[in-house]
C-alpha cells in the first residue's frame, strides 16, 4: 500500500507462478490505509543515545515527499551535518504538499508555492550543496538560479 494516494495511482502489483512454472504479473486496486507514526530527522536524531551528530548519507525516495523529508531534516541541513543528500526526482514532486509558510520563510516559493527542482536546488545550494543529477556515467550539476 502506499502511504501517499497519488502514488502509483493507487495499484499493487503481484507476481503470479503457475504450474508450468510461468510468471504473470497483474495489478489490482489497493484501497488500503495505515496510519504511519512520523518523526522529523532532527528530532529523531538528537533523541537517539547517543545522540547522532552527523549524518554521512541520507538517500531520499518518498514519492513526492521529498520537500517534507527536508523540512524536518533542519536545523541539520542549515548547519551541514548531513554530508550528502540523494533526492529522488520525479513527477510527483509538483503534486507534493508544502505550506507557503515554510517555503516563504526560507525564500524557496515558487508560483504555486509547491516544491519544484529549481525550488529545491536553491534551498539547498543557499545551505553550501551542490546538485547533480545521477544516472549517467558522469555527474551533470543543476542550479536552483535562473540561467
Not at 522529523?40 to 514519492?63: N, Y
Not at 533526492?87 to 505550506?99: D, G, K, Q
Not at 543529477?133 to 543543476?142: E, I, K
Request: net charge negative; aromatic share 10%; proline share 3%.
Amino acid at each position: 500500500a502506499s502511504l501517499k494516494p497519488g502514488a502509483y495511482g493507487g495499484i499493487t502489483w503481484s507476481v503470479k507462478t503457475n504450474f508450468a512454472n510461468d510468471h504473470t504479473i497483474t495489478t489490482t486496486s489497493d484501497e488500503h490505509l495505515e496510519d504511519v507514526h512520523v518523526m522529523k530527522l532532527s528530532e529523531w536524531a538528537e533523541a537517539c543515545r547517543p545522540a547522532v551528530k552527523q549524518i554521512d548519507l541520507l538517500k531520499v525516495d518518498v514519492e513526492g515527499s521529498e520537500w517534507d523529508v527536508l523540512q524536518g531534516a533542519e536545523p541539520m541541513i542549515t548547519q551541514q551535518r548531513i554530508k550528502v543528500i540523494i533526492l529522488e526526482y520525479s513527477h510527483f514532486w509538483n503534486a507534493a504538499s508544502t505550506t507557503a509558510a515554510w517555503a516563504t520563510e526560507r525564500g524557496a516559493t515558487t508560483e504555486s508555492n509547491e516544491p519544484s527542482l529549481r525550488t529545491v536546488a536553491k534551498y539547498l545550494a543557499e545551505r553550501g550543496y551542490d546538485g547533480y543529477f545521477v544516472g549517467t556515467r558522469h555527474l551533470v550539476p543543476f542550479f536552483g538560479q535562473e540561467e
